[in-house]
Protein backbone atom coordinates (compact mmCIF):
# COMPACT_ATOMS: atom_id res chain seq x y z
CA UNK A 1 0.00 0.00 0.00
CA UNK A 2 0.96 3.26 -1.15
CA UNK A 3 2.14 6.29 1.72
CA UNK A 4 -0.32 8.94 1.38
CA UNK A 5 -0.15 11.69 3.69
CA UNK A 6 -3.00 13.22 5.82
CA UNK A 7 -3.98 16.93 4.33
CA UNK A 8 -5.75 19.32 6.47
CA UNK A 9 -8.95 18.39 5.39
CA UNK A 10 -8.31 14.63 6.16
CA UNK A 11 -7.23 15.67 9.68
CA UNK A 12 -10.08 18.24 10.23
CA UNK A 13 -12.70 15.40 9.86
CA UNK A 14 -10.87 13.04 11.98
CA UNK A 15 -11.00 15.81 14.33
CA UNK A 16 -14.62 16.13 13.92
CA UNK A 17 -15.32 12.41 14.28
CA UNK A 18 -13.83 12.29 17.75
CA UNK A 19 -15.47 15.65 18.52
CA UNK A 20 -12.49 17.47 19.02
CA UNK A 21 -11.30 20.66 17.10
CA UNK A 22 -7.95 20.81 17.27
CA UNK A 23 -5.11 18.28 17.36
CA UNK A 24 -3.86 20.02 20.96
CA UNK A 25 -7.17 18.97 22.33
CA UNK A 26 -5.91 15.37 22.58
CA UNK A 27 -3.41 15.89 25.15
CA UNK A 28 -5.86 18.29 27.24
CA UNK A 29 -5.08 15.86 30.17
CA UNK A 30 -1.43 16.35 30.16
CA UNK A 31 -0.05 19.73 31.96
CA UNK A 32 0.60 22.63 30.16
CA UNK A 33 4.01 22.97 32.23
CA UNK A 34 4.81 19.89 30.69
CA UNK A 35 4.45 21.29 26.75
CA UNK A 36 7.24 22.40 24.66
CA UNK A 37 6.83 25.59 23.80
CA UNK A 38 8.84 25.96 20.79
CA UNK A 39 10.32 24.25 17.70
CA UNK A 40 12.21 20.98 18.58
CA UNK A 41 15.94 21.78 18.04
CA UNK A 42 16.61 19.65 14.80
CA UNK A 43 18.14 21.52 12.04
CA UNK A 44 16.18 22.63 9.02
CA UNK A 45 14.98 20.03 5.73
CA UNK A 46 17.19 19.28 3.47
CA UNK A 47 16.68 19.35 -0.63
CA UNK A 48 17.58 15.46 -2.07
CA UNK A 49 20.42 17.43 -3.23
CA UNK A 50 21.86 18.27 0.06
CA UNK A 51 21.22 15.41 1.66
CA UNK A 52 22.72 13.37 -0.72
CA UNK A 53 26.02 15.35 -0.19
CA UNK A 54 25.70 15.28 3.69
CA UNK A 55 25.04 11.23 3.98
CA UNK A 56 28.03 10.67 1.75
CA UNK A 57 30.15 13.09 3.94
CA UNK A 58 28.95 10.50 7.04
CA UNK A 59 29.10 7.35 5.53
CA UNK A 60 32.80 9.10 4.63
CA UNK A 61 33.67 8.54 8.34
CA UNK A 62 33.27 4.45 8.33
CA UNK A 63 36.58 2.37 7.44
CA UNK A 64 35.88 -0.53 5.48
CA UNK A 65 37.64 -3.21 3.88
CA UNK A 66 38.36 -1.38 0.90
CA UNK A 67 40.25 1.05 3.33
CA UNK A 68 42.36 -0.87 5.84
CA UNK A 69 44.35 -4.25 5.69
CA UNK A 70 41.87 -6.70 7.70
CA UNK A 71 43.48 -9.09 10.27
CA UNK A 72 40.49 -8.90 12.84
CA UNK A 73 38.40 -12.43 13.43
CA UNK A 74 37.15 -13.48 16.61
CA UNK A 75 33.79 -14.99 15.29
CA UNK A 76 33.89 -12.60 12.15
CA UNK A 77 35.93 -13.11 9.47
CA UNK A 78 37.11 -11.69 5.83
CA UNK A 79 36.83 -14.26 3.50
CA UNK A 80 36.39 -14.15 -0.32
CA UNK A 81 32.96 -14.13 -1.58
CA UNK A 82 32.58 -15.06 -5.18
CA UNK A 83 30.75 -12.62 -7.47
CA UNK A 84 27.85 -14.94 -8.43
CA UNK A 85 26.69 -15.23 -4.63
CA UNK A 86 26.39 -11.35 -5.14
CA UNK A 87 24.85 -12.23 -8.09
CA UNK A 88 22.44 -14.52 -7.66
CA UNK A 89 21.43 -13.18 -4.04
CA UNK A 90 20.42 -9.93 -5.38
CA UNK A 91 17.57 -11.43 -7.52
CA UNK A 92 14.13 -10.08 -7.00
CA UNK A 93 12.71 -13.23 -6.54
CA UNK A 94 15.02 -13.83 -3.93
CA UNK A 95 15.96 -10.59 -1.98
CA UNK A 96 12.00 -9.33 -1.54
CA UNK A 97 10.87 -12.33 -1.23
CA UNK A 98 9.44 -13.81 2.35
CA UNK A 99 8.27 -17.22 2.74
CA UNK A 100 4.20 -16.60 3.32
CA UNK A 101 1.52 -18.10 5.60
CA UNK A 102 0.74 -20.42 2.55
CA UNK A 103 4.43 -21.84 2.03
CA UNK A 104 3.71 -24.26 -0.64
CA UNK A 105 2.99 -21.32 -3.31
CA UNK A 106 6.65 -20.43 -2.75
CA UNK A 107 8.15 -23.32 -4.17
CA UNK A 108 11.73 -21.70 -5.14
CA UNK A 109 12.46 -20.22 -1.29
CA UNK A 110 11.24 -23.67 -0.01
CA UNK A 111 13.47 -25.44 -2.76
CA UNK A 112 16.47 -23.20 -1.63
CA UNK A 113 16.12 -23.78 2.27
CA UNK A 114 15.85 -27.49 1.49
CA UNK A 115 19.37 -27.45 -0.99
CA UNK A 116 21.16 -25.19 2.43
CA UNK A 117 20.03 -27.86 4.64
CA UNK A 118 21.20 -30.74 2.41
CA UNK A 119 24.64 -28.63 2.27
CA UNK A 120 25.19 -28.05 5.86
CA UNK A 121 23.82 -31.49 6.77
CA UNK A 122 26.62 -33.26 4.62
CA UNK A 123 28.69 -30.73 5.87
CA UNK A 124 28.28 -31.77 9.29
CA UNK A 125 27.78 -35.42 9.41
CA UNK A 126 24.49 -34.63 10.80
CA UNK A 127 21.14 -35.85 9.85
CA UNK A 128 19.07 -32.56 10.01
CA UNK A 129 19.49 -29.25 9.72
CA UNK A 130 16.76 -26.20 10.29
CA UNK A 131 16.46 -23.36 7.77
CA UNK A 132 18.43 -20.99 9.12
CA UNK A 133 18.39 -19.12 13.13
CA UNK A 134 19.99 -15.17 13.53
CA UNK A 135 23.59 -15.83 14.27
CA UNK A 136 25.65 -18.44 16.21
CA UNK A 137 25.72 -16.84 19.28
CA UNK A 138 21.77 -17.60 19.65
CA UNK A 139 21.98 -20.53 17.72
CA UNK A 140 24.09 -21.58 20.40
CA UNK A 141 21.67 -20.75 23.18
CA UNK A 142 18.99 -22.58 20.85
CA UNK A 143 21.05 -26.14 20.80
CA UNK A 144 21.46 -25.80 24.57
CA UNK A 145 17.90 -25.57 25.18
CA UNK A 146 16.76 -28.20 22.81
CA UNK A 147 19.48 -30.51 25.11
CA UNK A 148 17.90 -29.77 28.15
CA UNK A 149 14.50 -30.15 26.97
CA UNK A 150 15.27 -33.19 26.20
CA UNK A 151 16.99 -33.92 29.97
CA UNK A 152 14.40 -34.09 32.46
CA UNK A 153 15.52 -33.63 35.86
CA UNK A 154 18.55 -32.68 34.75
CA UNK A 155 20.11 -28.89 35.58
CA UNK A 156 23.52 -28.17 34.83
CA UNK A 157 25.37 -26.87 31.08
CA UNK A 158 29.17 -27.21 31.19
CA UNK A 159 30.72 -25.05 28.83
CA UNK A 160 35.13 -24.13 28.57
CA UNK A 161 35.68 -20.59 29.33
CA UNK A 162 37.76 -21.04 25.61
CA UNK A 163 33.79 -21.04 23.73
CA UNK A 164 33.78 -17.60 22.53
CA UNK A 165 32.97 -15.24 25.46
CA UNK A 166 30.02 -13.30 23.71
CA UNK A 167 28.49 -16.83 22.82
CA UNK A 168 28.97 -17.35 26.69
CA UNK A 169 27.57 -13.99 27.38
CA UNK A 170 24.17 -14.92 25.58
CA UNK A 171 24.21 -18.01 27.67
CA UNK A 172 24.31 -16.43 31.17
CA UNK A 173 21.72 -13.98 29.97
CA UNK A 174 19.16 -16.03 28.92
CA UNK A 175 20.02 -19.13 31.40
CA UNK A 176 19.53 -16.48 34.50
CA UNK A 177 16.02 -16.82 34.00
CA UNK A 178 15.49 -20.60 33.96
CA UNK A 179 16.25 -23.08 36.25
CA UNK A 180 19.49 -24.44 34.82
CA UNK A 181 22.85 -23.45 35.93
CA UNK A 182 25.56 -22.51 33.63
CA UNK A 183 29.18 -23.29 34.78
CA UNK A 184 32.41 -22.41 33.14
CA UNK A 185 35.35 -24.81 33.05
CA UNK A 186 38.74 -22.92 32.93
CA UNK A 187 41.29 -23.98 30.10
CA UNK A 188 44.47 -22.38 31.42
CA UNK A 189 46.35 -23.70 28.56
CA UNK A 190 44.14 -22.82 25.76
CA UNK A 191 42.82 -25.90 25.76
CA UNK A 192 40.45 -28.37 27.31
CA UNK A 193 41.69 -30.29 30.91
CA UNK A 194 40.26 -33.82 30.53
CA UNK A 195 41.07 -33.85 34.35
CA UNK A 196 38.99 -30.56 34.81
CA UNK A 197 35.71 -32.02 32.85
CA UNK A 198 35.84 -35.72 34.58
CA UNK A 199 35.36 -33.97 37.83
CA UNK A 200 32.77 -32.02 36.79
CA UNK A 201 30.62 -34.36 34.96
CA UNK A 202 27.99 -36.50 36.80
CA UNK A 203 24.35 -37.36 36.69
CA UNK A 204 23.59 -33.49 37.01
CA UNK A 205 24.31 -32.47 33.43
CA UNK A 206 22.51 -32.33 30.88
CA UNK A 207 24.84 -31.51 27.96
CA UNK A 208 27.89 -30.04 27.16
CA UNK A 209 28.88 -27.40 24.74
CA UNK A 210 32.39 -27.47 22.94
CA UNK A 211 34.09 -25.71 20.23
CA UNK A 212 36.49 -26.46 17.57
CA UNK A 213 38.56 -24.39 16.85
CA UNK A 214 38.03 -22.53 19.69
CA UNK A 215 37.77 -19.15 20.18
CA UNK A 216 41.68 -18.84 20.39
CA UNK A 217 41.75 -20.64 16.94
CA UNK A 218 43.20 -23.67 18.72
CA UNK A 219 42.60 -27.15 17.80
CA UNK A 220 41.61 -29.58 20.32
CA UNK A 221 41.43 -33.32 20.47
CA UNK A 222 37.47 -33.45 21.66
CA UNK A 223 36.80 -37.14 21.21
CA UNK A 224 38.16 -38.41 25.33
CA UNK A 225 35.77 -35.48 26.74
CA UNK A 226 32.74 -36.12 23.71
CA UNK A 227 33.24 -39.88 25.57
CA UNK A 228 33.18 -39.01 29.12
CA UNK A 229 29.89 -36.91 28.74
CA UNK A 230 28.18 -40.04 26.61
CA UNK A 231 29.30 -42.20 29.91
CA UNK A 232 27.23 -39.57 31.65
CA UNK A 233 24.27 -39.70 29.11
CA UNK A 234 25.37 -36.02 28.46
CA UNK A 235 24.29 -34.40 25.30
CA UNK A 236 27.05 -33.08 23.01
CA UNK A 237 27.16 -29.64 21.23
CA UNK A 238 29.51 -28.98 18.99
CA UNK A 239 30.43 -25.20 17.85
CA UNK A 240 32.32 -25.65 15.45
CA UNK A 241 33.57 -23.11 11.75
CA UNK A 242 32.10 -24.64 8.67
CA UNK A 243 34.88 -23.30 6.60
CA UNK A 244 37.51 -25.41 9.22
CA UNK A 245 35.80 -28.59 8.25
CA UNK A 246 37.60 -28.56 5.07
CA UNK A 247 40.51 -29.75 7.07
CA UNK A 248 39.32 -31.03 10.58
CA UNK A 249 37.25 -33.66 11.40
CA UNK A 250 33.71 -33.54 10.87
CA UNK A 251 31.79 -32.95 14.47
CA UNK A 252 30.05 -36.50 13.88
CA UNK A 253 33.73 -38.02 14.09
CA UNK A 254 33.49 -36.43 17.36
CA UNK A 255 30.18 -37.91 18.44
CA UNK A 256 28.73 -34.89 18.37
CA UNK A 257 25.07 -34.89 18.89
CA UNK A 258 23.92 -30.84 18.04
CA UNK A 259 25.97 -29.12 15.48
CA UNK A 260 25.90 -25.13 15.82
CA UNK A 261 27.93 -22.53 13.50
CA UNK A 262 28.07 -18.93 12.24
CA UNK A 263 27.70 -18.78 9.13
CA UNK A 264 29.07 -15.48 8.15
CA UNK A 265 32.44 -16.85 6.58
CA UNK A 266 30.20 -18.98 4.04
CA UNK A 267 29.69 -16.11 1.66
CA UNK A 268 28.10 -13.44 3.40
CA UNK A 269 30.07 -9.93 3.87
CA UNK A 270 31.50 -8.46 7.07
CA UNK A 271 29.11 -5.59 8.48
CA UNK A 272 28.53 -3.99 11.94
CA UNK A 273 28.14 -7.07 13.18
CA UNK A 274 25.02 -8.68 11.83
CA UNK A 275 22.87 -9.65 10.51
CA UNK A 276 24.90 -12.92 10.06
CA UNK A 277 23.47 -16.52 9.59
CA UNK A 278 23.40 -19.01 12.68
CA UNK A 279 23.44 -22.56 11.62
CA UNK A 280 21.86 -25.37 13.58
CA UNK A 281 22.20 -28.75 12.46
CA UNK A 282 21.23 -32.73 14.84
CA UNK A 283 20.97 -36.15 14.78
CA UNK A 284 17.42 -37.28 13.97
CA UNK A 285 15.76 -38.13 17.49
CA UNK A 286 15.85 -34.46 18.21
CA UNK A 287 13.95 -33.58 14.92
CA UNK A 288 10.65 -32.88 16.49
CA UNK A 289 12.75 -30.07 19.13
CA UNK A 290 14.36 -28.46 16.57
CA UNK A 291 14.00 -24.58 16.55
CA UNK A 292 12.63 -22.64 13.32
CA UNK A 293 12.05 -24.29 10.24
CA UNK A 294 12.02 -26.87 8.29
CA UNK A 295 11.81 -27.45 4.47
CA UNK A 296 11.43 -31.15 3.21
CA UNK A 297 10.76 -32.92 0.16
CA UNK A 298 7.46 -34.60 -0.79
CA UNK A 299 5.76 -35.39 -3.79
CA UNK A 300 2.28 -33.50 -4.79
CA UNK A 301 -0.97 -35.18 -5.75
CA UNK A 302 0.22 -35.91 -9.38
CA UNK A 303 2.87 -37.59 -7.92
CA UNK A 304 5.65 -34.55 -8.61
CA UNK A 305 8.47 -33.64 -6.74
CA UNK A 306 8.20 -30.54 -4.51
CA UNK A 307 8.99 -28.78 -0.94
CA UNK A 308 6.97 -28.29 1.83
CA UNK A 309 7.54 -26.59 5.70
CA UNK A 310 7.86 -30.11 7.52
CA UNK A 311 7.03 -31.37 11.20
CA UNK A 312 5.23 -27.64 11.86
CA UNK A 313 3.97 -29.21 15.28
CA UNK A 314 7.36 -28.68 16.74
CA UNK A 315 7.11 -24.66 15.80
CA UNK A 316 5.98 -21.76 18.46
CA UNK A 317 2.84 -21.02 16.12
CA UNK A 318 1.56 -24.09 16.74
CA UNK A 319 2.70 -24.83 20.39
CA UNK A 320 3.03 -21.68 21.83
CA UNK A 321 3.74 -21.49 25.57
CA UNK A 322 5.31 -25.61 24.76
CA UNK A 323 7.16 -24.78 22.14
CA UNK A 324 11.32 -25.45 22.46
CA UNK A 325 11.73 -22.01 20.61
CA UNK A 326 10.19 -18.50 20.35
CA UNK A 327 12.12 -17.82 17.23
CA UNK A 328 9.79 -16.89 14.63
CA UNK A 329 12.05 -15.86 11.67
CA UNK A 330 14.95 -16.77 9.95
CA UNK A 331 17.74 -15.91 7.95
CA UNK A 332 16.70 -16.75 4.69
CA UNK A 333 18.92 -14.33 2.69
CA UNK A 334 22.25 -15.24 4.61
CA UNK A 335 20.81 -19.10 4.05
CA UNK A 336 20.88 -18.78 0.24
CA UNK A 337 24.12 -16.84 0.06
CA UNK A 338 25.75 -19.87 2.51
CA UNK A 339 24.01 -22.62 -0.04
CA UNK A 340 25.60 -20.59 -3.27
CA UNK A 341 28.89 -20.73 -1.13
CA UNK A 342 29.13 -23.97 -0.63
CA UNK A 343 28.06 -25.39 -4.04
CA UNK A 344 30.47 -23.27 -5.66
CA UNK A 345 33.34 -24.63 -3.25
CA UNK A 346 32.30 -28.18 -3.35
CA UNK A 347 34.40 -30.24 -1.33
CA UNK A 348 37.90 -29.65 -2.81
CA UNK A 349 37.15 -25.82 -2.83
CA UNK A 350 36.56 -26.06 0.93
CA UNK A 351 39.38 -27.70 1.58
CA UNK A 352 41.75 -25.07 -0.60
CA UNK A 353 40.29 -22.31 1.41
CA UNK A 354 40.79 -23.90 5.16
CA UNK A 355 44.50 -25.07 3.72
CA UNK A 356 45.16 -21.48 2.81
CA UNK A 357 44.57 -20.27 6.20
CA UNK A 358 46.43 -22.92 7.81
CA UNK A 359 49.29 -22.33 5.66
CA UNK A 360 48.91 -18.35 5.92
CA UNK A 361 48.41 -18.06 9.46
CA UNK A 362 51.45 -20.07 10.39
CA UNK A 363 53.76 -17.82 8.21
CA UNK A 364 52.52 -15.39 10.79
CA UNK A 365 53.16 -16.89 13.39
CA UNK A 366 56.49 -18.03 13.02
CA UNK A 367 57.47 -14.72 11.44
CA UNK A 368 56.44 -12.66 14.82
CA UNK A 369 57.97 -15.68 17.24
CA UNK A 370 61.37 -14.79 15.78
CA UNK A 371 61.31 -11.18 16.87
CA UNK A 372 62.52 -10.05 20.12
CA UNK A 373 58.97 -8.28 20.76
CA UNK A 374 56.72 -11.26 20.23
CA UNK A 375 55.97 -14.93 20.89
CA UNK A 376 53.13 -17.53 19.97
CA UNK A 377 51.22 -17.65 23.50
CA UNK A 378 49.81 -21.19 23.61
CA UNK A 379 51.93 -23.85 21.84
CA UNK A 380 48.49 -26.10 20.92
CA UNK A 381 48.05 -26.29 17.11
CA UNK A 382 46.05 -23.63 15.83
CA UNK A 383 43.88 -22.84 12.56
CA UNK A 384 43.28 -19.37 10.90
CA UNK A 385 43.60 -17.43 14.33
CA UNK A 386 46.53 -17.41 16.48
CA UNK A 387 47.25 -15.44 19.84
CA UNK A 388 50.24 -13.38 19.95
CA UNK A 389 52.09 -12.09 23.23
CA UNK A 390 53.54 -8.69 23.42
CA UNK A 391 56.28 -8.67 25.41
CA UNK A 392 56.57 -5.26 25.71
CA UNK A 393 53.24 -5.51 27.37
CA UNK A 394 51.46 -2.52 25.33
CA UNK A 395 49.13 -4.16 22.91
CA UNK A 396 46.99 -1.13 22.96
CA UNK A 397 49.48 1.47 21.85
CA UNK A 398 50.98 -1.41 19.34
CA UNK A 399 46.98 -2.02 17.45
CA UNK A 400 46.71 2.03 17.57
CA UNK A 401 49.84 2.43 15.31
CA UNK A 402 48.92 -0.41 13.40
CA UNK A 403 45.36 1.38 12.49
CA UNK A 404 47.41 4.61 12.06
CA UNK A 405 49.13 3.24 9.22
CA UNK A 406 46.03 1.81 7.50
CA UNK A 407 46.10 -2.24 8.98
CA UNK A 408 43.68 -3.97 11.48
CA UNK A 409 46.64 -5.61 13.11
CA UNK A 410 44.36 -7.99 14.93
CA UNK A 411 41.90 -8.38 18.30
CA UNK A 412 43.10 -7.08 21.95
CA UNK A 413 42.04 -9.78 24.38
CA UNK A 414 41.91 -8.01 27.55
CA UNK A 415 38.38 -7.14 25.80
CA UNK A 416 37.44 -10.45 27.74
CA UNK A 417 40.02 -12.33 29.64
CA UNK A 418 42.18 -10.24 32.46
CA UNK A 419 45.15 -12.87 32.14
CA UNK A 420 45.20 -12.12 28.30
CA UNK A 421 45.91 -8.53 28.97
CA UNK A 422 49.26 -8.55 26.94
CA UNK A 423 47.78 -10.47 24.00
CA UNK A 424 46.13 -9.67 20.63
CA UNK A 425 44.82 -12.15 18.23
CA UNK A 426 45.56 -12.00 14.61
CA UNK A 427 43.47 -13.85 11.55
CA UNK A 428 44.54 -14.65 8.63
CA UNK A 429 42.07 -15.76 5.86
CA UNK A 430 43.14 -17.12 1.86
CA UNK A 431 42.42 -13.34 0.71
CA UNK A 432 45.84 -12.35 2.70
CA UNK A 433 48.77 -12.40 -0.03
CA UNK A 434 52.45 -13.34 0.64
CA UNK A 435 52.86 -8.98 0.36
CA UNK A 436 50.21 -8.42 2.96
CA UNK A 437 51.10 -10.51 5.13
CA UNK A 438 54.95 -9.31 5.21
CA UNK A 439 53.62 -5.93 5.98
CA UNK A 440 51.96 -7.02 8.50
CA UNK A 441 54.49 -8.59 9.87
CA UNK A 442 57.15 -5.83 9.16
CA UNK A 443 55.03 -3.36 10.84
CA UNK A 444 54.21 -5.06 14.17
CA UNK A 445 58.02 -5.96 14.20
CA UNK A 446 59.30 -2.33 13.52
CA UNK A 447 56.53 -0.75 15.35
CA UNK A 448 57.57 2.13 18.32
CA UNK A 449 57.44 0.61 21.80
CA UNK A 450 55.78 2.62 24.36
CA UNK A 451 59.16 3.67 26.26
CA UNK A 452 60.45 4.55 22.70
CA UNK A 453 57.20 7.08 22.06
CA UNK A 454 58.13 8.46 26.18
CA UNK A 455 61.57 9.42 24.83
CA UNK A 456 60.53 11.16 21.88
Known amino acids: MAYLFNTSQDIQQMLAAIGVTSIDELFDTIPKELWLARDLAIPAAMSELELTGHMSELASRNKGLERDLCFLGAGAYDHFIPAVVDHLSSRGEFYTSYTPYQPEVSQGNLQVMFEYETLICQLTGMDVSNASLYDGASATLEAVLLA ?174 KATSNICTNQGLFALRAAIYLALQGPDGLRETAEHCTAKVHYVANQLANSERFKVRFQSPFWREVVIQDLADDVAGLLAYARSQGVQAGVPLSNWYDELSDCFMIAVTEKRTRQELERLVKLLTLAPRRSELSHA
Open 148 to 321: MSSQRGRTKVLVPNSLHPEYRQVLKSYLQWTNFELLEIPCPDGTLDLEAWRMQLDSSVGCVVLSQPNFFGLVDDLSPISALAKQSDCVVIGVVDMISLGVLASPADWNVDIVVGEGQPLGNPLQYGGPYLGILACREQFVRRVPGRIAGQTVDRNGDRCWVLTLQTREQHIRRE
